[in-house]
Nanobody, 124 residues
């Protein structure tokens, strides 16, 4: 499977911005639908955003719509999550995931490859 490594997380204040990156290796990222998920302590892993293989279709959770933007640069084998106007409730470990099927899914079980995650902490 493709190997994924997230980066860009950190400690920020409410209202700040972060850009997460997901670097893929082992396989070209262009053959995968890509997604971002997050998981806070004691909670289920939840869908954040997804993007189609060519980048033409995107999907967002209602909680982040209008604030987060998912994008991809297949030539650089990288997927991004631009996070603006961060809120304390955005605090979580953020995971990049790859899906072999072309259609977008929102359930974590639909994604076969996962990165280790990057911590995002938003203080009030």
């Amino acid at each position: 499977q493709v190997q994924l490594v997230e980066s860009g997380g950190g400690l920020v204040q409410a209202g700040d911005s972060l850009r997460l990156s997901c670097a893929a290796s082992g396989r070209t990222v262009s053959i995968y639908t890509m997604g971002w998920f997050r998981q806070a302590p004691g909670k289920e892993r939840e869908f954040v955003a997804a993007i189609s293989r060519s980048g033409g279709i995107t999907s967002y959770a209602d909680s982040v719509k209008g604030r987060f933007t998912i994008s991809r640069d297949n030539d650089r084998n990288t997927v991004y999550l631009q996070m603006n106007r961060l809120k304390p409730e955005d605090t979580a470990v953020y995971y990049c995931a790859a899906r072999e099927w072309s259609n977008i899914a929102k359930n974590p079980s639909g994604f076969g490859s996962w990165g280790q995650g990057t911590q995002v902490t938003v203080s009030s």
